[in-house]
């Protein structure tokens, strides 16, 4: 069964330092997203990504976030200057053209900013 | 304030018994997921629910969705320590229309069944 992927599974920077979060979303999806989720909290809505650009953003994705499509496959997640307080998991999602919503989540990528 | 709500935040069970989890909102959803996700993982689709008074059955647990599409919840019969997971409703609200491609996570229930 197609699945998304994340890598890395787990990720210690030091604050101000710039991270990479990698997502392989299911290959037929077109529709593609970011969320996070701080340790005992709710899973919250960071940033959408279709047709090459972002569709919709939360208030939590200012300027030191930002997403791209590399190729064909990958979908990434930049953080440029850490801060301690992005310290969670963060998932990637994916989804088809179907009018439901029905997003299929990631493992996670823990980053630990110290 | 909380768009979405569930109760109850945190229930613990012996293996066997039967549960009910909810979630709620004072608003319309247009389409309504839940997920359960266990620790250090990401949510798993369940189910999604769309009509209003939908019921979903999914081996032992049974989904439904009120009439005026404002709550949703969870019947788990039979409770086994598999079942064990935080188990969150997500979904687009209808005023999100505008939104285009938002979906709303509630707090979550976690669930602990006990051998």
């Known amino acids: 069964e197609p699945e998304v992927t994340q890598t890395p599974s787990h990720q210690v920077t030091q604050m101000g330092q710039e991270v990479i979060l990698r997502c392989v979303p299911i290959?037929?999806?077109?529709?593609f997203y970011w969320y996070r989720q701080i340790l005992g909290q709710k899973v919250e809505f960071l940033v959408s990504?279709?047709?090459?650009?972002?569709?919709?953003k939360s208030e939590i994705f200012d300027d030191q976030f930002s997403v791209e499509r590399p190729d064909g496959s990958n979908f990434t997640l930049k953080i440029r200057s850490t801060k301690l307080e992005d310290s969670a998991m963060y998932f990637c999602?994916?989804?088809?053209?179907?009018?439901?919503?029905?997003?299929?989540f990631g493992p996670g990528t823990r980053l630990t900013v110290t | 304030t909380q768009l979405l709500e569930q109760s109850p935040q945190f229930l613990s069970i012996q293996e066997g018994e039967n549960l009910t989890v909810y979630c709620n909102s004072s608003?319309?959803?247009?389409?309504l997921q839940w997920y359960r996700q266990e620790p250090g993982e990401g949510p798993v689709l369940l189910v999604t629910?769309?009509?209003?008074?939908e019921v979903k059955k999914l081996k032992r647990l049974t989904f439904q969705f009120g009439d005026a599409r404002k709550d949703s919840s969870l019947h788990i019969t039979a409770a086994q320590p598999g079942d064990t997971g935080l188990y969150l409703c997500?979904?687009?609200?209808?005023?999100?229309?505008?939104?285009?491609?938002?979906?709303?996570f509630g707090p979550g229930t976690s669930l602990s069944v006990i051998p």
């Open positions: 999602a994916s989804r088809d053209r179907g009018i439901f919503y029905e997003q299929y």
């Open positions: 290959s037929n999806h077109l529709y």
């Open positions: 990504f279709y047709n090459n650009e972002i569709s919709e």
């Open positions: 608003s319309v959803f247009s389409s």
């Open positions: 629910v769309v009509t209003g008074g």
């Open positions: 997500a979904g687009r609200l209808l005023w999100m229309k505008t939104s285009y491609d938002k979906v709303i």
